[in-house]
């Protein structure tokens, strides 16, 4: 099983950035993907973006332009840089990995972001 940790979320002006970091608790150079969803009150849990191993990335129409994922197998992390944000960004971001033959699966515990308009 692996952990993983976000951090780096945080209260922000609307046009504000931020940017997630997600600690694995082992390598992640073999993960088959990392990503981050997020869930907004009263929501269900949606993509914002993922990252394969060979570093395609593919991200939510709403976040197209203003987020990138990026991922550094050296120290076990995956980052969401976030700019331009709009209060519509308001959610709880969690941070995914999909690894092995199985894809197994795991998830943060979320980290909150809070945009004021």
């Known amino acids: 099983q692996v952990q993983l940790v976000e951090s780096g979320g945080g209260l922000v002006q609307a046009g504000g950035s931020l940017r997630l970091s997600c600690v694995a608790s082992r390598s992640t150079f073999s993960f088959n993907a990392m990503g981050w969803y997020r869930q907004a009150p009263g929501k269900q849990r949606e993509l914002v973006a993922t990252?394969?191993?060979?570093?395609?990335?593919n991200y939510a129409d709403s976040v197209k332009g203003r987020f990138t994922i990026s991922r550094d197998n050296a120290k076990n992390t995956v980052y969401l840089q976030m700019n331009s944000l709009k209060f519509g960004d308001t959610a709880v971001y969690y941070c995914n990995a999909r690894y092995g033959i199985l894809w197994s699966d795991s998830w943060g515990q979320g980290t909150q972001v809070t945009v004021s308009s």
């Open positions: 990252i394969s191993s060979d570093g395609r990335t």
